[in-house]
Nanobody
């Protein structure tokens, strides 16, 4: 089992930055690929970023590429999402997820989810 707790969300003006953290507990976090997804009101949950267990492989949604950076610190059992140049359309609840195996961009591929953290970007 892996338990995930997100933090770092909040209200920020357009053009600002936030760093989300996801603290993991449970077995073998360092063997898990991790992902960030987001869900805006009335919309489906969408892929944002993913990182392999080693950190050597990452992938991003086109909408955040060049603005967001995913990273992980296996010694601290934590994955991060650095979000820069935020836009109002980035407003959503952001979820951290974990899976065994390689990276994937589909939410169905992840077996463990956090409770989410709200990010609101004002114009």
């Amino acid at each position: 089992q892996v338990q995930l707790v997100e933090s770092g969300g909040g209200l920020v003006q357009a053009g600002g930055s936030l760093r989300l953290s996801c603290a993991a507990s449970g077995r073998t976090f360092s063997s898990s690929a991790m992902g960030w997804f987001r869900q805006a009101p009335g919309k489906e949950r969408e892929f944002t970023a993913t990182i392999s267990w080693s950190g050597g492989s990452t992938a991003y949604a086109d909408s955040v590429k060049g603005r967001f950076t995913i990273s992980r610190d296996n010694a601290k059992n934590t994955v991060y999402l650095q979000m820069n140049s935020l836009k109002p359309e980035d407003t959503a609840v952001y979820y951290c997820a974990a899976r065994w195996g390689g990276v994937t961009t589909t939410p169905q591929g992840y077996g463990y989810w956090g409770q989410g953290t709200q990010v609101t970007v004002s114009s």
